[in-house]
């Protein structure tokens, strides 16, 4: 069983940068691949981005390519990141961190999400 506690939320202003951390405990993530996830108010959860967690492989959505970057260290700690540069106010949402094993199409474990929130 995989936990996921996510942190590093807040309200930043337009144009600021800001990382999210995951830590992730319970098992190895050795042949799970790990996303981030993002819901808006009044709007559907949508899928920021994926990472491979022995690989490192990545997708991003067309919104994050180019401003978001979701990286894992599988070294010093199991942690999942996801740096956010040129936030714009659109960009305010809670962000969940998810995981699921290779092979399998839902993510079925989640974070309690952590929010964000960008002013102009």
């Known amino acids: ?16 940068s800001l990382r999210l951390s995951c830590a992730a405990s319970g098992r190895n993530l050795s042949g799970f691949t790990m996303a981030w996830f993002r819901q808006a108010p009044g709007k559907e959860r949508e899928l920021v981005g994926t990472i491979t967690w022995s690989a490192g492989r990545t997708f991003y959505a067309d919104f994050a390519k180019g401003r978001f970057t979701i990286s894992r260290d ?34 079925g474990t989640w974070g309690q999400g952590t929010q964000v929130t960008v002013v102009s």
């Open 74 to 107: 599988k070294i010093q700690k199991a942690m999942l990141y996801l740096q956010m540069n040129d936030l714009k106010p659109e960009d305010t949402a809670v962000y969940y961190c998810a995981a699921r094993p290779y092979g399998t199409y839902d993510f």
């Open 1 to 16: 069983q995989v936990q996921l506690v996510e942190s590093g939320g807040g309200s930043v202003q337009t144009g600021d």
